[in-house]
């Protein structure tokens, strides 16, 4: 699979099976986001794998209750470990980092046949707890993974027109 088929077959899956990833596909998922880029390259970033079915069912609490967070079979939450600093332009680097990163993992997964899906709706708090994650980092997402129910085939997805979102030298 090529990146441009990766990107297309891409999509939020909410329905998972049983089976667990294997390591080793694991393993190249973490390699992506490994290699991602990072401001300054300075990678102040952690990936949590949670498999634990408990701690699964916990992270589907703290996540507004959505089903899938608990039935996909592997969680991860990608944490900013410096989570203050920010880059000249003032945008906090930690969020920028770990989502470029915790991006490299999805189109990752979705070459290794995985379904994922970003879940932006958790409780910080909650989740720092049930992790165990140091009070000064700061989760910046989690992302289901897991093998789907239905195919990862390339799909209609409902996105906004190229003009609507671009513009030439000047913004309008
Ligand atoms: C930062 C972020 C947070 C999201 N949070 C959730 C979430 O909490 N629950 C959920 O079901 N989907 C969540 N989504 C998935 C979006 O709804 C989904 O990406 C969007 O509708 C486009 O659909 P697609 O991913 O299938 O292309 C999130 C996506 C992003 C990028």
Redesign the pocket.
């Known amino acids: 699979m090529n990146v441009s088929e990766a990107v297309l077959s ?5 329905s998972y099976k049983e089976k667990q990833i294997p390591e080793e596909c694991l393993h190249r998922v973490i390699e992506s986001a490994r290699m991602a880029p990072s401001a300054r390259n300075k990678q102040d970033w952690k990936f949590v794998v949670v498999q634990d079915e408990e701690k699964r069912d916990e992270l589907h609490r703290a ?2 209750g ?1 089903k ?2 608990k039935e996909a079979p592997t969680v991860i939450v990608g944490v900013a470990t410096k989570p203050e600093d920010k880059m000249k332009c003032g945008i906090p680097t930690g969020i920028v980092d770990v ?1 470029i990163a915790m991006d490299h993992m999805a189109l990752k997964a979705t070459e290794e046949g995985l379904g994922t ?6 409780d910080q708090e909650r989740v720092k707890e049930i992790i165990n994650i140091p009070k000064g980092c700061r989760v910046i ?2 992302m289901t993974m897991g093998y789907p129910e239905e195919g990862l085939e390339v799909m209609y ?3 906004k027109e190229p003009g609507d979102i671009t513009c030439r030298d000047t913004y309008y």
């Open positions: 891409r999509r939020s899956v909410r996540s507004n959505q899938f967070v989502t899906c970003w879940i932006g709706a958790f997402a989690l997805k409902e996105r």
